[in-house]
């Protein structure tokens, strides 16, 4: 583990939780991907999270069959980040702050606040906003509602983090949230090795 983990994991008590951890990796992953049949569709559900793509190849590479269960679109909030801060610079001041946990559930949530408030105030037109059917004609909303109920798990999105070193899962945190960002379930997994 290089320095930089050895002091934020120290720091937050999460060394101390995995030293006293059983679980080993492979049976991580196998509760991780339990929690998620019970959640979302195969294929379905977009891996989405602050610099996501470090997640997806940590888990392509020890955690294949939980990879191989999540759709292989991303939405890293950091680059909408980006994109808001180059585009909206005045949008950045008003976006939530970070606490600096972390801690893999702590920074879900706060990825999914960030984003929550890039929905409200910089993306602000769009099938959420009611304005859009007006302009829309080629769907009613009760064709939209029933869609909705009928590909509800099919519309979710995966949150992840995971704590790592080279090639150790430290802490593991899922939660899965519907189109508009709602929690519907959420779980932490440690493991040791």
């Not at 120290?10 to 929690?35: D, H, T, W, Y």
């Not at 680059?79 to 939530?96: D, G, K, L, T």
Request: net charge positive; hydrophobic share 40%; with cysteine.
């Amino acid at each position: 583990m290089n320095a930089w983990c050895q002091d934020k994991f120290s720091k937050n008590g999460l060394i101390e939780r995995i030293r006293a951890s059983k679980v080993e990796m492979v049976e991580a992953e196998e509760q991780v991907l339990a929690f998620l049949k019970m959640h979302v569709l195969e294929k379905t559900a977009i891996l989405t999270g602050n610099s996501i793509y470090m997640d997806r190849l940590y888990l392509m590479k020890y955690m294949p069959h939980l990879e191989a269960y999540l759709h292989h679109h991303l939405i890293d909030v950091d680059s909408i980040n980006v994109v808001a801060y180059r585009s909206y610079p005045q949008s950045i001041a008003r976006a939530p702050k970070k606490q600096m946990t972390h801690r893999a559930l702590d920074d879900i949530r706060e990825a999914i606040s960030e984003l929550k408030y890039y929905k409200n105030t910089v993306f602000r037109t769009g099938p959420s906003d009611p304005g859009y059917w007006s302009s829309n004609p080629s769907i009613s909303l009760a064709q939209f509602d029933a869609r909705k109920k009928m590909f509800d798990k099919a519309e979710r999105l995966a949150w992840m983090d995971c704590k790592m070193n080279e090639s150790n899962t430290i802490e593991m945190a899922v939660i899965i949230t519907d189109r508009k960002l709602n929690v519907v379930a959420e779980g932490n997994r440690n493991s040791s090795g």
